[in-house]
């Protein structure tokens, strides 16, 4: 049995909740993973306190942005572009729909990523 999913293409542009933390936020050894699907309470336990869908600004977005891999448009955007995630995972988005986690993603630094050995 499977789930169904929506395979339409995603909307040119959607109308979503926004909200952009300023301070800074190391998620090393939190675990967004198994997150997925829990409500926004759940991952505030993660995150901190996220502000209230009622007290967020709407913004139009591209509607590639704002549709999760399984094809469910988020209504709610919360960025972290100060959050890190070890030396290269930088500014952290997490879309929800209806009160849950759909999708999170990464920006990464930019440049190439060091390495501690020699190629060979």
Request: no cysteine.
């Amino acid at each position: 049995m499977s789930a169904e999913t929506d395979t339409a293409m995603p909307p040119d542009w959607r109308q979503v909740h926004l909200h952009e933390y300023s301070e800074p936020l190391d998620l090393l050894g939190r675990d967004l993973i198994s997150q997925l699907g829990r409500t926004k309470d759940d991952i505030s336990k993660l995150v901190g306190t996220m502000v209230e869908k009622s007290q967020m600004q709407t913004e139009d977005l591209p509607g590639e942005q704002v549709t999760s891999m399984t094809g469910e448009i988020a209504d709610e955007v919360h960025e972290w572009p100060h959050a890190t995630l070890g030396r290269e995972f930088r500014h952290l988005i997490l879309q929800f729909r209806e009160g849950r986690l759909t999708q999170f993603s990464w920006k990464t630094q930019g440049g190439t990523p060091t390495r501690n050995t020699k190629p060979w």
